[in-house]
């Protein structure tokens, strides 16, 4: 008998516990929530963007998930001449069609990142000396595309990564083509689960 019977202060500690792993539970569920919506709006924009761009061939234009944030990898043939920065008439509309389905994201942020492979580039310039400079250049050249289709400035950032993150060794013709490319890298504002990782 004197083991059934529990102090009042024993049972207060014991009713704390319950409370704290109420709360934690709660926790948990407005974390999960969050999560969730967010994958939904990336699953949403890459079946918009998908539907914008149309029947491109997936070599072109590449379209994923990873880790929660959404990639369009662009490859350079098709946006761009070889050592060139001024992208191509087909690539211009391509990236219309993503500016007009992005601008319609205010709480999303976008990085147009330039990529290229090993190959030093063969017509320097003042402006251009190396893969860092074309990669850069190239990708401003798309920021300003998507800028001028709509999306606002503040939302995007422009950046080259020169021949640092290949998807390949750079070792055959076709992983050099792979890793020429541009990635417009699309990721949600956090702010509301910052919020509620701030107030927990």
């Not at 014991?14 to 109420?22: P, R, V």
Request: charged share 25%; glycine share 4%.
């Amino acid at each position: 008998e004197s083991l059934s019977v529990i102090s009042s202060q024993q049972a207060e500690s014991i009713k704390k516990s319950m409370d704290n792993i109420g709360a934690k539970d709660a926790y948990i569920q407005t974390l999960q929530q969050q999560m969730a919506k967010k994958d939904s709006l990336n699953m949403t924009l890459v079946m918009n963007l998908k539907g914008a761009i149309g029947n491109l061939d997936d070599e072109d234009v590449n379209i994923k998930v990873d880790k929660g944030v959404v990639y369009i990898d662009i490859s350079d043939k098709l946006l761009f001449k070889s050592g060139s920065y001024e992208v191509t008439d087909k690539a211009k509309s391509v990236l219309g069609k993503v500016a007009q389905v992005l601008k319609n994201q205010p709480d999303m942020e976008f990085m147009v990142e330039g990529h290229t492979d090993n190959v030093p580039i063969s017509k320097k310039s003042t402006y251009m000396q190396d893969n860092w400079d074309l990669s850069v250049m190239r990708a401003t050249s798309i920021t300003k595309i998507l800028t001028k289709a709509g999306l606002s400035p503040s939302q995007v950032t422009a950046s080259g990564k020169s021949e640092y993150v290949p998807l390949a060794p750079n070792t055959t013709p076709q992983n050099k083509q792979k890793n020429r490319r541009t990635e417009i890298i699309i990721t949600p504002n956090l702010d509301e689960l910052f919020k509620i990782l701030g107030t927990n």
